[in-house]
């Protein structure tokens, strides 16, 4: 902030992942913000630069429906920012919930640029900085404009060693099942790569054994909600909506259906047999492999985000799966006491009869028959290549993600020549 005397940084900046399943929303869905101490007669100054910069960045993401949003906050974060983050997170924001946030605190905050849809996370990011108990970070690394349309250059082997070395402390670097980094973005945009994990100074040496082959303008490392299932709040079965994320527990009430393509959809009520919904494993989340195998009577918990389907309603697109209770004893026709065959239905109130030897019964009823599963209790989460920013990969269970690291000396670079903030 070489312009703008006296101001820094307090923090690091954040990187917010909002909510996965709103349709107004870039393909990310990110929103960023950052605290900075400033003498107050320089304010001004900032905001205009801020202004400025912001402009000229709308003139690169002009069209394809995007609205990026500006707000600026003056002194403590209210409570209110943090409750619109929770929403914002795990639910739909109208643009009327944010304009009545800003009147009400019309001393504090300023969206000097109007109120596009973008103003939503900008709001919510200012207030994730005091509402996050959990965090990772990111260190992203920024092309130059030159080589925005240009294939990116990072060395695969380069990444596979990083890897290795520190995939203790990092997750999501590389897809070994498809045999590819994932830690380059697709798409034509200012980011390079991007290293995600539980310190700052880790990452800054893990990128640094990178191979990197082409120029870049410097790196940034951000506070983060990635990897941590940050979304998953608990809902019931009835009180699901489309647009909403969550976690439900149920029992399965029929066979799932294997759908043309390799999804799985099968459908979930609650304990009570009171209401249900649908849920959906996409083939790219791998989970469709255990839900396939899933009967009527298994208890499951499922988490994802809601949306609604013309042919069945609401649909929960499911990212994580926990099998918690399955069925050992299944119901099946009963066996034919002549010649031991399983029996068919003779039609509706005619009992049963058997294909074998033509015995027929108006007493016999179903039996119970204990059955192999072919899966077991636990939990399944999805593949690293399907995983989106804010579920937990399997690599980071049972690490417990810190928001109190400190500002590190490396925590931004601008290569010689570039622009210093």
């Not at 009520?269 to 009577?297: C, H, I, M, P, Q």
């Not at 989106?388 to 690291?405: E, Y």
């Amino acid at each position: 902030m070489d312009e703008i005397p006296g101001a820094f940084f307090s923090d690091y900046p954040l990187l917010i992942r909002l909510n996965p399943v709103i349709p107004f929303k870039t393909r990310g869905n990110a929103a960023t913000s950052f605290s900075l101490r400033i003498p107050e007669k320089n304010v001004d100054s900032l905001k205009n630069l801020v202004v400025s910069e912001f402009l000229k960045y709308l003139e690169t993401v002009r069209g394809g429906g995007v609205e990026p949003g500006l707000a600026f906050l003056y002194g403590k974060v209210p409570a209110k920012l943090g409750k619109l983050y929770r929403k914002a997170l795990t639910d739909y924001v109208h643009r009327d919930y944010v304009t009545g946030i800003i009147n009400e605190l019309s001393e504090l905050v300023e969206a000097p640029l109007g109120y596009s849809r973008g103003l939503v996370g900008a709001l919510a990011a200012i207030g994730a900085s005091n509402s996050l108990s959990e965090c990772t970070y990111e260190i992203l690394v920024y092309r130059t404009r030159d080589n925005y349309l240009r294939e990116r250059c990072v060395d695969e082997e380069s990444v596979k060693l990083m890897d290795s070395e520190f995939r203790d402390q990092t997750f999501l670097n590389y897809d070994y099942v498809n045999d590819k980094p994932l830690i380059t973005p697709s798409g034509h945009n200012p980011v390079l790569l991007g290293i995600r994990g539980e310190d700052p100074a880790i990452l800054v040496k893990a990128l640094k054994t990178l191979k990197l082959c082409e120029e870049f303008e410097g790196w940034l490392i951000y506070r983060t909600n990635q990897g941590l299932n940050a979304h998953h709040v608990e809902r019931g079965v009835e009180e699901f909506r489309p647009y909403q994320t969550g976690c439900v527990k149920g029992k399965v009430i029929e066979k799932p259906s294997v759908r043309l393509g390799g999804d799985v959809l099968l459908k979930l009520g609650d304990l009570e047999n009171k209401s249900s919904l649908w849920v959906v494993f996409f083939k790219e989340t791998g989970l469709g492999k255990v839900a396939r195998y899933l009967v009527s009577g298994d208890v499951i918990r499922v988490c994802g985000g809601g949306k609604w389907w013309e042919d069945l309603g609401l649909v929960i697109h499911g990212d994580l799966l926990e099998v918690i209770e399955l069925v050992s004893e299944v119901l099946k026709n009963p066996t034919c006491p002549l010649c031991g065959h399983r029996m068919k239905s003779a039609g509706r109130g005619k009992g049963w009869k058997c294909p074998a030897c033509g015995y027929k019964s108006l007493t016999l009823g179903k039996e119970k028959v204990k059955t192999d599963r072919k899966i077991v209790a636990g939990t399944y989460r999805p593949a690293d290549s399907a995983v989106k920013h804010l579920v937990m990969p399997q690599s980071r269970v049972g690490r417990k993600g810190s928001c109190d690291k400190q500002l590190i000396s490396e925590w931004i670079y601008v290569r010689r020549g570039g622009r210093s903030l």
